[in-house]
């Protein structure tokens, strides 16, 4: 089964491969684990899945690939750039239960930019 995993890796993009490989083989193998000790039935599910989730992952990341780096506003107020933290922190604590490790990463460079810009609203 991990073999089989391993190797659809290989239909991600090269540079998500280099960064992301490594954390999605860490999470891969707690979750095996944990669903080998359910039984063979909870385990093939997982094992189904998995494969599925690899082969849409890889899709999606040949997309995201080709689009390049998408433009956000930056909020221009305290509220609203509270607001827009608290939102962004919701999506990437679902990106990462989901294991889209890019949208994750993505989410996570977000907040230290909205963070950045809460300082400036309280110092300027």
């Not at 073999?3 to 193998?29: I, Q, S």
């Not at 294991?99 to 996570?108: D, T």
Request: proline fraction near 3%; glycine fraction near 4%; charge should be positive.
């Amino acid at each position: 089964m991990k073999r089989l995993w391993k190797t659809l890796l290989w239909l991600y993009p090269k540079a998500h491969r280099e960064e992301f490989a490594a954390e999605m083989e860490t999470v891969f193998d707690q979750a095996s684990e944990a669903h080998r000790l359910r039984g063979w039935l909870p385990y093939t599910r997982f094992a189904i899945r998995e494969m599925c989730g690899v082969l849409a992952g890889a899709a999606a990341a040949w997309v995201a690939d080709g689009r390049g780096v998408i433009a956000i506003n930056m909020p221009d107020k305290p509220e609203t750039t509270q607001t827009a933290i608290e939102a962004n922190l919701r999506l990437m604590e679902h990106a990462i239960a989901t294991h889209q490790f890019e949208k994750a990463r993505f989410y996570s460079h977000y907040d230290l930019q909205l963070r950045e810009r809460l300082k400036q609203h309280q110092t300027g």
